[in-house]
C-alpha cells in the first residue's frame, strides 16, 4: 500500500513519453557573420493526431536569425506559415480533421531551418518551448522534446570584410577584401544604402556576375576556375546615389570557396557614409571664398604629408584625380583668377 502512490507517479509519465517526440539536429559550431546554417527538426510519432503546434525560442535573440523555414512536406499534412510573436517562433501544422485528413505515426524530419549566425562571438541555445502541444480532436498528446540546444559562435578566421576610403566626386564607397582562401562566391548586405552601380576591383579581374538591388544587397559569383585567389585588395567599389549621411555595416555575409564550401569571412567595423560637404572645391578654411588663405592651408597638409579623410579628399582635390598634390595646387591658382 505504501508503494500506491509512486506506482502513480511513474507510470502515466511512462506510458506517454513516446507519444509524440521532437529533436532537432543542429550544427555545433558556426562561424560568426555567415548563412545558410541548417537546423533540421525530426518527429517521431507513434499516434495519430490533427493538430500540432511547436514554438521554439533563440537566446540571446540576436544570435541566431531564423531566415528562411521550410515545411518538409508530410502525408495529410497542412501547415501554418510559421510566425514570430514575444521572442517565439511558431511552427504549426494540422491534418484536416473533418475530412478525414490526419497525421498519422511517422518518423523522419519535418521542418528544415536556414539561419544566419549572429554577429558576436559566443554561445547561442535554442530550444523547445513548454507550449508547444499536439492533439487529436481533445485529446492533447504530450509533447516531448530534447534540452536546448547550443551552437558556439566562433569567430571567422578565414578572411576580412571592411568598409574602404569614400571618393565624394565619384560617389564612390570602397568594399576591401583580406581572404586566405580562394573566393567564388559572396553576398553581403549594407542595410539602407542605394546603390546605383558596382565597379572595378578583383570581381573584374575575375570575372564575377554581380547581382544587387537598392536595399544594399550585393551578390557575385564566378567559374570554378577562376576564383579570387588568397590575397588583399579592393574587392569592389560601389557607386551610390541620392545618399543621406547613415551609418554603414555589413550583414548577412556569405562566402564559398569554389568546390562551394562555405567561407568564414569576418565582418570589418561599421563606418558613416559621408555627404558630400556643401562648400566649394578648393575652399580649404570653408570661408566662402578661393583666394590664397586656401592656398597656404593646402600647402600645409601637403607638406604634413597626412593621409586625406573624407573631407579634404573631396575640398582640397581639386582635380579630382584621388590625390592631393602641388596639381591641385595650380588648378585652384587658375580658379582663383577666374574666380575673382
Ligand atoms: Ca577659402
Ligand atoms: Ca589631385
Known amino acids: 500500500m505504501i508503494l500506491f502512490p509512486i506506482f502513480l507517479a511513474v507510470i502515466p509519465s511512462l506510458l506517454i513519453s513516446q507519444e509524440v517526440y521532437i529533436s532537432m539536429d ?3 559550431e558556426v562561424g560568426t557573420h555567415t548563412g545558410d546554417n541548417h537546423i533540421t527538426v525530426n ?4 499516434v495519430v493526431m490533427d ?8 537566446s540571446p535573440e540576436n544570435h541566431l536569425e531564423l531566415d ?14 510559421p510566425y514570430y510573436v514575444d521572442d517565439h517562433w511558431y511552427f504549426g501544422f494540422w491534418g484536416g480533421a473533418g475530412v478525414g485528413y490526419v497525421l498519422g505515426p511517422q518518423n523522419g524530419p519535418i521542418l528544415d531551418l536556414t539561419f544566419y549566425a549572429g554577429e558576436e562571438s ?3 541555445v535554442l530550444e523547445i518551448q513548454p507550449d508547444s502541444e499536439c492533439l487529436l480532436g481533445n485529446t492533447e498528446y504530450s509533447l516531448n522534446y530534447d534540452d536546448g540546444y547550443s551552437i558556439y559562435l566562433t569567430d571567422c578566421n578565414e578572411g576580412l570584410l571592411s568598409f574602404g576610403s569614400q571618393n565624394l566626386h565619384s560617389s564612390t564607397l570602397a568594399i576591401e577584401i583580406l581572404n586566405t582562401e580562394p573566393i567564388s562566391y559572396f553576398e553581403f548586405d549594407i542595410d539602407g544604402l542605394q546603390i546605383t552601380a558596382i565597379e572595378s576591383g578583383l570581381i573584374w579581374v575575375y570575372d564575377f556576375i554581380i547581382v544587387m538591388n537598392d536595399q544594399g544587397h550585393v551578390a557575385g559569383w564566378t567559374t570554378q576556375d577562376n576564383p579570387i585567389p588568397p590575397t588583399e585588395g579592393l574587392l569592389c ?6 545618399q543621406q549621411e547613415i551609418a554603414l555595416g555589413f550583414s548577412h555575409l556569405a562566402f564559398a570557396d569554389p568546390d562551394g564550401n562555405p567561407l568564414c569571412i569576418a565582418a570589418g567595423d561599421s563606418t558613416w557614409l559621408v555627404i558630400p560637404p556643401d562648400v566649394l572645391i578648393g575652399d580649404a578654411n570653408q570661408d566662402g571664398l578661393l583666394n590664397v588663405l586656401d592656398i597656404v592651408q593646402i600647402i600645409n597638409f ?3 604629408q597626412s593621409d586625406p579623410g573624407v573631407f579634404e579628399q573631396y575640398v582640397y582635390d581639386v582635380n579630382t584625380d ?3 598634390d602641388v596639381v591641385d595646387l595650380v588648378m585652384l591658382v587658375q580658379l582663383i583668377l577666374t574666380y575673382e
Not at 518527429?43 to 507513434?46: H, L, V
Not at 512536406?73 to 497542412?78: A, D, I, K, T
Open 26 to 28: 543542429c550544427p555545433t
Open 43 to 46: 518527429m517521431t510519432s507513434d
Open 51 to 58: 493538430w500540432c503546434m511547436i514554438s521554439l525560442t533563440v
Open 68 to 81: 528562411d523555414i521550410q515545411w518538409i512536406p508530410g502525408e495529410y499534412m497542412y501547415t501554418i506559415p
Open 122 to 124: 559566443g554561445t547561442a
Open 237 to 242: 567599389n560601389l557607386v551610390l546615389e541620392n
Open 302 to 304: 601637403i607638406l604634413s
Open 322 to 324: 584621388g590625390t592631393v
